[in-house]
């Protein structure tokens, strides 16, 4: 029998909730052999199959996400090691006791580019020509690679550390009666300079040269500096030899600070300058050198 008979009786019921005779969509019903699942659940429906979301190649898309930002940071390290700060190890004695053996520094380097060279800071700075021996510096390949990117800090063996006491067009000279540098006519009272056999180891009266500054050690009886090597550029050290000012002590721990400039050179009379009548100098040898690695 046909949904409707020939009586007009409607046939059983189809469980589909419309009428006998009603068009069935195979769209909504899902086909021959599949029962009704009524209005659309949260799940898939039966007989379905789940599609994935993941996409291709999102482990090689993580890698290289790392790289990207590992590279990043290898570039950024270098540029911050050229431009702005750099770190040394000083192994010598010829700072105490601003700076001591195995102490480990910042050099900022945007600092004297931007505000130049002044009185009192202590300073890197290449070797002039002859102020160190010959060494050979041996490091392996992993050392230098983290040098470079500055990771570790320098060991090159060519950069010293000192206090500038004079720039361009200052008189220096030592010493007075009381045994200080005088400085533009103006005894020096420096605090920083480690108790010894005191500053007069060389007598000198220099005018310190155009584009240099004049340099010593706090560590003065073993301080190798300007006042040994008058006979290049009395001594002083030319601007384009210097790295960076000395900022920051960051090893060991428990001497972590910053290295100021002593209310010494804060004295406005070092700004009047003598001239003098000319270089005189007489060279003592001194003890240790100011190396920084």
């Not at 003598?274 to 007489?282: H, L, N, R, W």
Request: charge should be neutral.
């Amino acid at each position: 029998m046909t949904a409707n008979d020939a009586s007009g009786q409607q046939g059983p019921d189809r469980g589909y909730g419309g009428a006998a005779g009603d068009p069935v969509d195979p769209a909504v019903f899902g086909g021959p052999g599949q029962s009704y699942q009524g209005s659309a659940g949260p799940g898939p429906a039966k007989g379905s199959r789940s599609v994935s979301t993941s996409k291709p190649g999102g482990g090689w898309r993580f890698l290289r996400e790392v790289l990207v930002v590992f590279i990043g940071a290898l570039i950024l390290s270098v540029l911050v090691r050229t431009f702005l700060i750099q770190a040394f190890y000083v192994p010598s004695q010829s700072m105490e006791n601003t700076l001591m053996p195995n102490d480990r520094i910042i050099a900022s380097k945007i600092t004297t580019t931007i505000s130049g060279v002044g009185r009192g800071e202590v300073v890197v700075f290449k070797d002039p020509g002859g102020w160190l021996p010959p060494t050979a510096v041996s490091t392996s390949a992993v050392n230098s690679v983290l040098e470079f990117i500055g990771l570790l800090p320098s060991s090159s063996g060519d950069d010293l550390v000192k206090r500038v006491i004079g720039v361009a067009g200052d008189r220096v000279k030592c010493c007075n009666q009381a045994g200080q540098i005088v400085l533009n006519g103006v005894g020096l009272d420096e605090p920083y300079v480690k108790a010894g056999p005191g500053t007069d180891q060389v007598q000198f009266d220099i005018v310190v040269p155009p584009s240099s500054v004049f340099v010593m050690g706090d560590n003065r009886s073993q301080s190798a500096d300007s006042r040994f090597h008058m006979n290049s550029n009395q001594g002083a050290v030319p601007l384009g030899d210097i790295v960076g000012r000395a900022v920051l002590k960051v090893w060991p721990l428990g001497s972590f600070g910053t290295i100021p400039i002593p209310a010494t050179f804060d004295n406005p009379a070092l700004n009047t300058t003598p001239k003098a009548s000319g270089p005189t100098f007489a060279n003592t040898p001194a003890g240790d050198d100011a190396r920084v690695n």
